[in-house]
């Protein structure tokens, strides 16, 4: 039986959080052993807001390194950097084409982003659906794991791949949001209302996969709690609530386990304890990846097989594309 295809993809316009690592990377490597995963770095993304050319490069490979690291395995997975694959451009062109202007006017990411970067309100920021249609369609993906918040960008890539598929015959597969049943929700420790974001101006509120050891103690011992001193969930302490979550995940027991275990400790045991079982959840991943970042050739080289895997896969949808909409072959 034919594996079904997931396509998912992650911007390198930072490091890897506890957030992105509990509530979505660690999922992706979950699914490689049952589905043919295409996991991509999008850096073409990335440059719909303002980059300085040595980071963007820098922050690719060391976020191609953390993949690696977390547990992508490239004989498993394909696992590459966006632009190294041009019919992602290619096929963008053409989806833009087919894309009203009305569906990319009502996308409530162009609309985040133009407030909060009001000076460079740019054509790809506008059309970068497109483009992201194009990441998911070239490889004629079943599944795209996504949280609640990227449901629309899913369902604009049907829409698109829908009238292209009524105007050319059967072109693309329709691809369905995999929303994961598995996967902790992990909140800011200094705005615990808020989700863990690397944005946040204040770095006490996030915790990065390659942040030593010590800073991730600091972090944990100043996360916000609530009142009381008790350790147990509730909607009035979404403090502890979210410690919990992350003790439960770093650890893997259950949340109830996690407050029988703190019973009457107080939060003075139970802050450092959270933040030491974070660090040994890190451990083997920050070690992995500073060892394939001391090695470049080495990684450089599982960027180009990844690449070369990933254009074989999407040459045959460009080429049937290309044909349908009438360009002569070369």
Same mark, same amino acid.
């Given at each position: ?67 690696? +690291?977390?547990? *992508?395995?490239? /004989?498993?997975?394909? &696992?590459? %950097? ?5 019919? @992602?451009? !290619? #096929? ?41 249609? +194009?990441?998911? *369609?070239?490889? /004629?993906?079943?599944? &795209?794991? %996504? ?5 629309? @960008?899913? !369902? #604009? ?174």
């Amino acid at each position: 039986m034919n594996q079904k295809i997931i396509f998912s993809g992650i911007q390198p316009s930072g490091y890897i959080t506890l957030g992105n690592y509990l509530g979505a990377l660690r999922n992706w490597v979950r699914l490689q052993e049952e589905y043919r995963c295409v996991y991509c770095v999008v850096d073409m993304h990335s440059i719909t807001v303002r980059q300085d050319p040595e980071t963007l490069r820098r922050q690719t490979l060391e976020l191609f390194a953390q993949l690696i +690291a977390c547990g *992508l395995d490239p /004989q498993k997975s394909v &696992v590459f %950097v966006q632009s190294h694959v041009p019919a @992602h451009a !290619e #096929l963008a062109w053409i989806l833009s084409c087919h894309t009203m202007f009305g569906e990319l006017s009502r996308m409530t990411q162009f609309k985040d982003k133009s407030a909060s970067h009001a000076d460079n309100v740019n054509a790809g920021l506008f059309t970068y659906p497109a483009l992201m249609a +194009a990441d998911i *369609l070239l490889y /004629q993906a079943d599944l &795209v794991p %996504v949280g609640e918040d990227q449901k629309q @960008h899913v !369902e #604009l890539t049907r829409d698109v791949a829908g009238r292209m598929n009524a105007l050319y015959g059967d072109v693309f597969t329709m691809p369905e949001p995999y929303i994961p049943q598995v996967g902790a929700r992990i909140m800011s420790l200094t705005e615990p209302e808020k989700k863990m974001s690397k944005s946040s101006e204040n770095p006490n509120s996030y915790v990065l996969l390659l942040d030593r050891p010590e800073d991730i103690l600091k972090k944990f011992k100043r996360a916000v709690t609530d009142s009381g001193s008790e350790v147990r969930r509730s909607p009035d302490k979404p403090g502890v609530s979210n410690l919990i979550a992350i003790y439960a995940a770093a650890t893997g027991k259950t949340p109830e386990a996690v407050e029988a275990k703190f019973e009457g400790q107080g939060y003075g045991r139970f802050k450092p304890a959270v933040g030491e079982a974070v660090v040994e959840l890190f451990r083997p991943i920050r070690e992995k990846t500073e060892d394939l970042l001391k090695n470049r050739d080495h990684l450089e080289e599982l960027c180009r097989i990844g690449a070369q895997r990933a254009a074989a896969m999407a040459e045959p949808t460009l080429s049937l594309v290309k044909d349908k909409v009438g360009f002569l072959k070369k």
